[in-house]
């Protein structure tokens, strides 16, 4: 049966005893509103170690004035039901006061250009609330590895650099988007986009797709392959784009004319309100 903790002692005084015996444990973080792309993280974390954490926190620090927090869905009995059916074992749900105790006051920040290209130059307090909560997570679990989806993959390539740069002691596992039938990944967002929205949305992962084939076809040019996945999102009469980007891995370093793998195409456009992020790896 999966057990809830909202407070930092429960949590460690149920980890402990488990830690003391050499148990292995797997961090999942999350805001909650899971689906099943989380449920693939817990999953895997399963597999890999004895005892799984999720956490389950909207945390208010990586969201703007004029962002969802308020209206981010709030699940958490469903929440509970996916992580015990993907074989989770705990899940941990604290407040906001129990997570920033000193109203904000510490910071974890990784600066520089890997935090703002991409999200970052529209949303830039974003990644410092989740450099922030995820080292607050890191510390309070104590995770032999932690897990962590590559849709959203700037995030994926700052929490790298953060986990390199403070020397945390664990492993970073990043799992591949797990897509809907139709190709659009799948996101707690979603639940936003009327049904028309939806399908629109599926624009997004046929065009990144196109992208790769064409890349392999031997289209390296920077600016073709950038121009090429604009004009064929804007096909799409709901998609207004907000950014369609091309950065080389691994940092997200800024390529010239012409890419050399890997490197991360990544999209961002509004449906509606809702706006949705995707990427796909050019090698």
């Given at each position: 049966?999966?057990?809830?903790?909202?407070?930092?002692?429960?949590?460690?005084?149920?980890?402990?005893?488990?830690?003391?015996q050499g148990k292995t444990v797997g961090l999942v973080p999350t805001m909650g509103a899971l689906h099943q792309g989380h449920a693939t993280l817990?999953?895997?974390?399963?597999?890999?170690?004895?005892?799984?954490?999720?956490?389950?926190?909207?945390?208010?620090?990586?969201?703007?004035?004029?962002?969802?927090?308020?209206?981010?869905?709030?699940?958490?009995?469903?929440?509970?039901?996916?992580?015990?059916?993907?074989?989770?074992?705990?899940?941990?749900?604290?407040?906001?006061?129990?997570?920033?105790?000193?109203?904000?006051?510490?910071?974890?920040?990784?600066?520089?250009?890997?935090?703002?290209?991409?999200?970052?130059?529209?949303?830039?307090?974003?990644?410092?609330?989740?450099?922030?909560?995820?080292?607050?997570?890191?510390?309070?679990?104590?995770?032999?590895?932690?897990?962590?989806?590559?849709?959203?993959?700037?995030?994926?390539?700052?929490?790298?650099?953060?986990?390199?740069?403070?020397?945390?002691?664990?492993?970073?596992?990043?799992?591949?988007?797990?897509?809907?039938?139709?190709?659009?990944?799948?996101?707690?967002?979603?639940?936003?986009?009327?049904?028309?929205?939806?399908?629109?949305?599926?624009?997004?992962?046929?065009?990144?797709?196109?992208?790769?084939?064409?890349?392999?076809?031997?289209?390296?040019?920077?600016?073709?392959?950038?121009?090429?996945t604009k004009t064929e999102i804007a096909k799409e009469p709901l998609a207004n784009i907000e950014y369609v980007e091309c950065y080389g891995l691994?940092?997200?370093?800024?390529?010239?004319?012409?890419?050399?793998?890997?490197?991360?195409?990544?999209?961002?456009?509004?449906?509606?309100?809702?706006?949705?992020?995707?990427?796909?790896?050019?090698?």
């Amino acid at each position: 049966m999966t057990q809830c903790f909202h407070t930092v002692k429960e949590l460690r005084d149920y980890l402990k005893p488990l830690k003391a015996q050499g148990k292995t444990v797997g961090l999942v973080p999350t805001m909650g509103a899971l689906h099943q792309g989380h449920a693939t993280l817990i999953s895997n974390s399963a597999k890999e170690n004895d005892i799984t954490v999720v956490s389950v926190f909207v945390n208010p620090t990586q969201f703007g004035p004029n962002e969802d927090f308020d209206a981010y869905p709030r699940t958490l009995d469903a929440d509970l039901e996916v992580v015990a059916k993907a074989g989770g074992d705990v899940v941990f749900a604290p407040s906001p006061k129990e997570m920033y105790p000193s109203a904000d006051d510490t910071w974890v920040e990784v600066t520089g250009n890997i935090t703002k290209v991409l999200c970052g130059k529209t949303r830039p307090i974003h990644f410092r609330g989740v450099t922030t909560v995820v080292s607050k997570l890191f510390n309070i679990v104590g995770p032999t590895r932690a897990y962590f989806g590559q849709k959203d993959a700037q995030q994926v390539e700052v929490l790298r650099r953060m986990v390199k740069d403070m020397f945390f002691d664990l492993e970073l596992r990043i799992v591949p988007i797990v897509r809907e039938d139709s190709g659009l990944a799948r996101s707690s967002r979603n639940t936003y986009l009327s049904a028309e929205e939806k399908t629109a949305a599926v624009v997004l992962s046929k065009t990144l797709k196109s992208a790769l084939e064409k890349f392999k076809s031997g289209c390296t040019n920077l600016n073709d392959i950038i121009s090429f996945t604009k004009t064929e999102i804007a096909k799409e009469p709901l998609a207004n784009i907000e950014y369609v980007e091309c950065y080389g891995l691994p940092g997200l370093y800024e390529l010239k004319e012409e890419i050399t793998a890997p490197a991360l195409l990544a999209v961002a456009v509004r449906f509606g309100t809702t706006r949705l992020i995707d990427n796909i790896i050019l090698e």
